[in-house]
């Protein structure tokens, strides 16, 4: 099974480290979640895995081989993020055929299908696009790239909840076609939560979870109740956060709930509960 190699990952800036040693494994036949807090250093990673970045210290590797200005690896992989990369004075169809040269997989009439399902006009430059149908035309390249890792960096960003719900099934589809490994960076996180089956989660640079979905929302709970009683319940366990309102108390604790007394109220967090408790303050 071909996998990407995150190993040891480092990156500084002038005035700031990014990432600090971060390590972890992307293989093919899984969707990942890249989540975090903005700053976290999400899309340095991307960047990194499309070589529009490279590590201060660390590599990345494609079955063993560093994809430092490597064409024959980074033909495997395709990044799309936010950032203007692609001329907006290409058309649509254009910039599709022009992929070919590089991916040599990519499937021009599955793009043009999804155009059809999202009716987006082929013939349209980038220039004449909305912001949320530029997002969509890239999410389409890689769709439509017919690599093995597809690295998707804010993937929903200014689209209406039509849009993002026909591309959370179109992502499902694609991948139960090809089982190319999925690499997702969003902050749509409860949204997104069914496609996750391994969640990668940045705070500050630094990786604190590398986990399985369901496993992941398994390590912790959520107790509510009156804040006396919250309190005197969490005494001594690892609270990861709290908030209260009035008389009324919400703590997100680590571990399996045992002893819980009549007056609190137990039950899991979401996957951007958990998100806000390990990573602190909003996402």
Not at 21 to 32: E, L
Not at 46 to 61: E, L
Not at 172 to 187: K, M, N, P, Q, Y
Not at 228 to 246: H, I, M, P, Q, Y
């Amino acid at each position: 099974m071909s996998k990407m190699e995150f190993d040891s990952i480092c990156k500084d800036y002038r005035k700031k480290t990014a990432l600090s040693g971060v390590s972890f494994t992307v293989a093919k036949g899984s969707i990942y979640g890249l989540l975090g807090r903005n700053g976290a250093g999400k899309t340095t990673l991307v960047n990194m895995a499309g070589n529009r970045d490279f590590p201060t210290s660390g590599k990345v590797k494609l079955d063993g081989e560093d994809v430092k200005e490597n064409d024959r690896a980074l033909r495997r992989i395709y990044c799309s993020g936010a950032e203007e990369l692609i001329p907006t004075y290409m058309r649509v169809r254009d910039v599709l055929a022009s992929m070919r040269y590089f991916y040599k997989d990519t499937d021009t009439d599955y793009a043009l299908e999804l155009c059809k399902k999202f009716r987006l006009e082929p013939a349209k430059k980038l220039s004449q696009l909305s912001t949320g149908y530029r997002i969509i035309a890239k999410d389409i390249f890689a769709l439509a790239s017919g690599v093995e890792f597809i690295f998707m960096d804010e993937p929903t960003l200014g689209l209406d909840p039509n849009h993002r719900e026909l591309l959370y099934k179109c992502i499902l589809e694609r991948f139960s076609d090809t089982e190319s490994a999925f690499v997702i960076s969003t902050h749509q996180i409860d949204e997104c939560a069914g496609l996750f089956e391994r969640c990668l989660i940045l705070k500050e640079g630094r990786l604190i979870a590398d986990e399985d979905s369901d496993k992941l929302r398994r390590s912790a709970y959520i107790a509510e109740g009156k804040t006396a009683d919250v309190d005197a319940f969490t005494s001594g366990k690892e609270v990861l956060n709290r908030t209260t309102v009035g008389t009324l108390c919400s703590a997100c604790v680590k571990g399996e709930p045992a002893g819980v007394p009549d007056s609190i109220e137990i039950s899991r967090p979401t996957l951007q509960q958990l998100l806000i408790a390990l990573t602190g303050g909003g996402v």
